[in-house]
């Protein structure tokens, strides 16, 4: 006689399968079930597999096999290419999406999640099959892109450029908090920018009028480590879908400061 543990157990089984079959597109569930069981062994060896590999393998097994799609459809959207471009423009900002730059940032993208994925590993290949499978999360591309663009941006300004910043904006609070803060946090910790005689106030604060001087690939390297993939897509997010939501007076920020500074 069957013991009915074992009933329970199967049902569990098949409502765990389903429940996991039922996240899948409807063509590739469908795909999924027409294997025949040789080959859905050789699909099990590739799940433990990226299971098992640390993040920075994932993100390139999956740059190396995914990229490539995701890059012909955004080539293919002229429109949010070209607006994306304009909005850059609008903040002295001039990168051309080319294929090469598309696929660099998309294979950046895999990489900045991995990083993030040390704090939450269970989210990073959720978001990665998201960035494959779904057309709301491709479109976050140029989300990203976009704030990362301005991200950097903001690490090559001085700390009297960021305030003029940040006067401009409504929420001037929340902007420093978000943004300010973590950018010249990072300055301080990696030694781009020392405050020398910062607790004096008569003192003539150099520091506070010097443009840091980073390299491209520093640069990279500092905003991936100071904002998650998160902050800086919903940052691109906010500028895209309201254009005027950073205010940004080119002539008034990087005005030349004529007197000493006192803060």
């Known amino acids: 006689m069957r013991n009915p543990r074992d009933s329970e157990l199967e049902l569990l089984r098949i409502t765990t399968a389903d429940n996991v079959l039922e996240q899948l597109p409807s063509e590739a569930r469908l795909w999924f079930e027409g294997l025949p069981w040789y080959q859905r062994r050789y699909v099990l060896s590739l799940c433990h ?9 994932q993100a390139e097994f999956l740059d ?12 293919e959207d002229h429109e949010a290419r070209q607006r994306v471009q304009q909005l850059l423009q609008g903040f002295n900002i001039h990168v051309e999406l080319t294929e090469v730059v598309l696929r660099s940032y998309i294979r950046q993208f895999y990489i900045h999640s991995a990083q993030d994925a040390r704090r939450q590993p269970d989210l990073y290949l959720e978001s990665a099959l998201k960035l494959v499978f779904s057309n709301e999360e491709r479109s976050n591309v140029f989300n990203y892109i976009s704030g990362f663009e301005l991200l950097k941006m903001m690490f090559r300004m001085s700390w009297l450029q960021h305030e003029r ?11 420093i908090t978000t943004y300010i803060k973590p ?12 405050p020398k005689d910062e607790g004096i106030f008569f003192a003539k604060r150099s520091y506070f009028v010097q443009e840091p001087a980073i390299s491209d690939r520093k640069l990279v390297e500092l905003v991936m480590a100071t904002f998650t993939t998160d902050v800086t897509s919903n940052f691109g997010f906010s500028i895209i879908r309201h254009p005027h939501s ?3 007076d080119a002539d008034y920020i990087y005005k030349p400061e004529q007197e000493l500074i006192f803060r």
């Open 49 to 57: 597999l990226m299971c098992v590999a640390p993040p920075e393998v």
């Open 64 to 75: 190396e096999y995914t990229a490539d799609g995701i890059v012909s459809r955004k080539l």
């Open 165 to 175: 910043l940040y006067r401009l904006q409504r929420n001037q609070e929340e902007f």
């Open 183 to 194: 950018i010249q946090y990072a300055h301080r910790i990696n030694h781009i920018i020392v």
């Open 246 to 248: 950073m205010v940004f």
